[in-house]
Every structure is written in structure tokens, then in C-alpha cells.
T-cell receptor
Framework: AQTVTQSQPEMSVQEAETVTLSCTYD???????LFWYKQPPSRQMILVIR??????QNATENRFSVNFQKAAKSFSLKISDSQLGDTAMYFC?????????????FGQGTRLTINP | KAGVTQTPRYLIKTRGQQVTLSCSPI?????VSWYQQTPGQGLQFLFE???????NKGNFPGRFSGRQFSNSRSEMNVSTLELGDSALYLC?????????????FGQGTRLTVV
């Protein structure tokens, strides 16, 4: 079974600092997608960044970037110049194709607090 | 373009009752998935529908069921509610052109069973 592990239940940094959230996953599949989702107190799950497993280049979205190490099955998220609005739960998720349907498997989440 | 809409936002039910939650996907999206989020178990996959057919189901008891209508709107039903069913239920829609695409989530329905 596929599993996703986020080893940091909580993290806290000062505004404008850089923070890295860790994620490891376990799979025997070769074709899959990885995502980082952000869930603020409003509960809306918002996609932060995505990475296709077949792409070697790390994905980047403005202040958000990933370090994707396929062999190590590691997918960390780096947030640069952190802002107060980045305060949220962050979930790492693995997407696979099962029985003709896509299915997301989530990690337990990391609660990130950005302090002023 | 409107996002994924879930109704109601909050719900309080008593043990033994049943409940129906609704999800309207983004226009044009044909795949709808449901997830249960609890502090203890995290986010767990319930089931996924595409073109009114359930394609995939998670490891939940038969009390949890769902359906999808021809306009892609989906409902999930939980019968004989238990205290442990208290959770945030999230719905996600995706375009699903035959491959993996990103899922867009609604704001969820917070169900409290007392």
C-alpha cells in the first residue's frame, strides 16, 4: 500500500524566513503525481504545487519550490520569504491511478505558523 | 468560474440518524471524489465517481454510500450515524481527461454527531 509520511507535525518560523517541510512516500509504481496542498483555517484545501514523477526538474511556483528526490522517495516543500498568510496546515499527497480512477493519498499534515 | 460547492457547511445529527451531503463540482469536471478528515485518521479516501459510476472505493463500512447525477453533482449518504463519523467531509472535482489531473476541493461539510 502507498503511504505518505510527514515527520514534522508542527513548525514555526518568523516572517520573511525560509522554511522547508518534509515528506516521504512509499510506492512501487513508476508513474504518479505528487502534490502539496495548503489548508488554512477556512478549511479550503488549496493546491500549492504539483510534481510529475517522470519529470526530473523540480517544480517551482513563485515563493514555493520542491526538492523531488525520486530514488529516495522524498518530496520536500520550500517556502521562501514566508508571509503571515502562509500560516496553515500543509499536506503532502500522492496521486495514483487505480481501477481507472485517480486517488489521492495524504500525509498526516504539518501545521505551519508564521510569526510576525 | 465557480469553485467546488459543498452544502451544507455545518451539520449536527444524533446517533442513529442518517445524513446526506451534497457536492457540486466545477463546471465541466466529471470526476468527483469524497474524503473524510479527522484529527486522528487524517484525510482518508471514501469513493470516487465518474459519469454516474463509482470507480473506486476506500476502506469504509457500507453505511457510507454515494451517487452522482447526470450533471456531475454528487451526494454522499451516511446511515445509522455513529459518534466516530464526526468529521470534516471534503469533496474534490477534477477534469479527468483520461489521465491524472489535479483535484480542486470544496470547503467541506463539518458533521458533528452527538
Amino acid at each position: 500500500a502507498q503511504t505518505v509520511t510527514q515527520s514534522q507535525p508542527e513548525m514555526s518560523v518568523q516572517e520573511a524566513e525560509t522554511v522547508t517541510l518534509s515528506c516521504t512516500y512509499d510506492t512501487s509504481e513508476n508513474n504518479y503525481y505528487l502534490f502539496w496542498y495548503k489548508q488554512p483555517p477556512s478549511r479550503q484545501m488549496i493546491l500549492v504545487i504539483r510534481q510529475e514523477a517522470y519529470k526530473q526538474q523540480n517544480a517551482t511556483e513563485n515563493r514555493f519550490s520542491v526538492n523531488f528526490q525520486k530514488a529516495a522517495k522524498s518530496f520536500s516543500l520550500k517556502i521562501s520569504d514566508s508571509q503571515l498568510g502562509d500560516t496553515a496546515m500543509y499536506f503532502c499527497a500522492f496521486m495514483k491511478w487505480v481501477q481507472g480512477a485517480q486517488k489521492l493519498v495524504f500525509g498526516q499534515g504539518t501545521r505551519l505558523t508564521i510569526n510576525p | 468560474k465557480a469553485g467546488v460547492t459543498q452544502t451544507p457547511r455545518y451539520l449536527i445529527k444524533t446517533r442513529g440518524q442518517q445524513v446526506t451531503l451534497s457536492c457540486s463540482p466545477i463546471s465541466g469536471h466529471r470526476s468527483v471524489s469524497w474524503y473524510q478528515q479527522t484529527p486522528g485518521q487524517g484525510l482518508q479516501f471514501l469513493f470516487e465517481y465518474f459519469s454516474e459510476t463509482q470507480r473506486n472505493k476506500g476502506n469504509f463500512p457500507g453505511r457510507f454510500s454515494g451517487r452522482q447525477f447526470s450533471n456531475s453533482r454528487s451526494e454522499m449518504n451516511v446511515s445509522t450515524l455513529e459518534l466516530g463519523d464526526s468529521a470534516l467531509y471534503l469533496c474534490a472535482s477534477s477534469l479527468d481527461p483520461g489521465g491524472i489531473t489535479e483535484a480542486f476541493f470544496g470547503q467541506g461539510t463539518r458533521l458533528t454527531v452527538v
